[in-house]
């Protein structure tokens, strides 16, 4: 960052918060409480430095300073945003209603997707002040060819790892939110015996010694867990896989999806992940809802039904996340900022 802002950059410290407090990692819990920071000079230190464009991320954390300054000094806002109707369920009335009146000091939003899109629309933003595309992945250790650690023979890592021919692969954090459970339940009456695959998981968490009972209790064997991954390695692992599996129950966007894609991997995508409808299409992929059984064992066995398929659907799923870009989200930004000071200058 300093070598791209260099002697442009503002530092502060002192934050401190009005309400909520640190817990444990996002992604372990659903979204409950409000957590306000308030970082003494914040508001002062945007205003002398006289920008032409305000952009923020999200309505709350320190998004509080270019709301009042677009309000008392009507300097144009843009805000990036990633919640969906589903992840923000459980916003309650004094969220909802704060957010609606946000809105209108907010010139642009930028958000994730259709689903994103779908519960700005609810708050009462109008799609003329929504534009699509704001998360991507750094993906740019991620091709095979950048891959560093793996041996020429894949197989032979596979092997070396207890792992079968085909390989399903998860990554994350083995926390309730991700649908491990639900994950282990549905693998284990419809694949847990299929001897030419195998359920790589990546990642640890509080739930590997309730998900190591439930395997203990079957008789499946193609369960291989990792246990905690320094991030370096991860693309190593993760290009293992034949084919990636997102269980979660709740995720804005979640950017093991994009790497996945960018790895040439099919994908087995929760209908509570925010990034399906751009990212995952039936030439790539699956949807399903992992609270629903039936619907989940179901689509593991339609997976497996097309394995002979995964290598060209890997392909699309490169097509499709090559257009998910640090360039792209900068032009959109870019874009917005023209046209809000170029309305405003008329």
Sequence with gaps: MDNVLVDRAIALSGEWRL?????????????????????????????????DVMISDGFFQWTYAPLWLRMIHKIPHIMCYE???HTEKNAGKIKTIYRKLAKNAIDEIVCNGSLSRAYLNKLGVSNSHITDGNMIADLSANSLEEVSGLPLDKPTKKSNLGLNQYVYVYLGRLVPIKGIQEMINAWIPTMGLVK??????????????????????????????????????????????DIFLMPTLQDNWSLVIPEAMSLGLPIL????????????????????????????????????????????????????IATYTPSSVAKNIISL????????AK
Excluded at 30 to 45: C, D, H, T
Excluded at 196 to 224: F, T
Excluded at 299 to 320: C, F, H, N, P, R
């Design 337 to 344: 900022s023209k046209k809000i000071t170029y309305n405003r």
């Design 19 to 51: 309400t909520g407090k640190k817990k444990q990692p996002l992604s372990d819990v659903k979204k409950q409480s409000i957590r306000i920071p308030f970082q003494p000079g914040l508001v002062r230190a945007i205003k002398e430095s006289k920008p």
């Design 196 to 241: 030419e695959a195998s359920l790589l998981i990546l990642g640890d968490g509080p739930e590997r010694p309730i998900v190591d009972k439930i395997i203990e209790r079957s008789s499946c064997k193609n369960i291989v867990f990792t246990g905690e991954l320094d991030y370096s390695v991860v693309p190593d692992f993760l290009s293992l896989g």
């Design 269 to 320: 995508c929760s209908n509570y992940n925010g990034c399906w409808p751009e990212l995952v299409k039936k030439e790539n992929g699956w949807v399903f809802d992992p609270l629903d059984s039936e619907s989940f064992k179901l689509t593991l066995l339609s997976s497996w039904e097309k394995k002979d398929s995964w290598q060209e659907m890997g392909k699309v799923s490169e097509a499709i």
């Design 83 to 85: 919640g969906t109707v």
